[in-house]
């Protein structure tokens, strides 16, 4: 029984140790990144739209692959994936002028998806975004 135990608290600190790494890898760029969390999110809430590459549909819903909107405008970024967004807006130099709808994302939420996002289809960004900022990022 007490060896059970102890295998038990063993198993317990393997895991906490896990998930610990993936948290640092996240806080810090220059170590192996996993966006796993941020591309289960962006398959489940954003891919009907902005396709499984991040190409978009031209007119209807801009790329997120190699956008200049998402890579220079973190800020507006972030809103729109935290809020949505309407109006007219150009992303490499098309127009569109569309909505999309706030998918309720988490702030962790938001912040995983935008690192999976900027970080993926040639895109590369190793300023990570915390959940503290996204927190902190208004209407
Ligand atoms: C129902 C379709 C739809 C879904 C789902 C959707 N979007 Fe969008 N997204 C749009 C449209 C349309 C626009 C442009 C809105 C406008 O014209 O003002 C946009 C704009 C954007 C932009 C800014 C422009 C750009 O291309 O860089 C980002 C970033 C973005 N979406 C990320 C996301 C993320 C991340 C998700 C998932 C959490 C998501 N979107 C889900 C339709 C969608």
């Known amino acids: 029984m007490k060896n059970f135990s102890f295998s038990l608290g063993l198993l317990f600190l393997v895991c906490a140790c896990n998930s610990l790494d993936k948290k640092m890898a996240l806080n810090n760029a220059s170590v192996n990144q996993d966006f796993s969390e941020g591309k289960e999110i962006y398959n489940d ?3 009907q ?20 909107y998402l890579m ?14 309407s109006g007219a807006i150009t992303v490499n130099s098309i127009k569109y002028n569309t909505a999309m709808a706030s998918p309720g ?5 938001v912040a995983n998806v935008m690192n999976y996002i900027t970080n993926s289809w040639g895109n590369e960004n190793t300023s990570l975004i915390t959940e503290e900022e996204v927190s902190k990022v208004e209407r």
């Open 45 to 47: 809430f954003c891919m």
């Open 49 to 68: 739209c902005h396709m499984a590459n991040g190409e978009g549909v031209t007119k209807v819903f801009p790329p997120l692959a190699k956008s200049d």
């Open 72 to 85: 220079t405008k973190t800020l507006e970024s972030i809103k729109a994936i935290k809020y949505g967004l």
């Open 105 to 109: 994302l988490s702030d962790d939420e």
